[in-house]
């Protein structure tokens, strides 16, 4: 399994960022909010008031286990970067 990395449009509509299916294990995620919006993460129906927040010029890293899912969503359109690192759980 491969490190990826790229960027991902963000709109006011929650959109999967990490595809599901790392089954022996979990992907490592780390977001770059590089734009100058705030942008918020968290499960399917994540919205910008319940989701953990990531200001402009931050970046955070989750762990997506499994079949998971990580959303995203801006209240203006933005552009991040992103890096998925697959990890193997015992």
Do not use: C, H, W
Not at 6 to 27: C, D, K, S, Y
């Amino acid at each position: 399994m491969a490190v990826t990395n790229g960027t991902f449009g963000v709109t006011a509509a929650a959109q999967a960022l990490t595809a599901a299916g790392n089954t022996r294990g979990a992907n490592e995620v780390t977001i770059d909010n590089s734009s100058a919006n705030e942008i918020a993460v968290g499960g399917a129906g994540v919205t910008t008031a319940n989701g953990i927040r990531i200001a402009a010029g931050a970046s955070k890293t989750f762990l997506v286990r499994g079949n998971d899912q990580l959303y995203v969503i801006a209240g203006s359109a933005s552009t991040i970067r992103y890096m998925v690192a697959p990890l193997l759980l015992s």
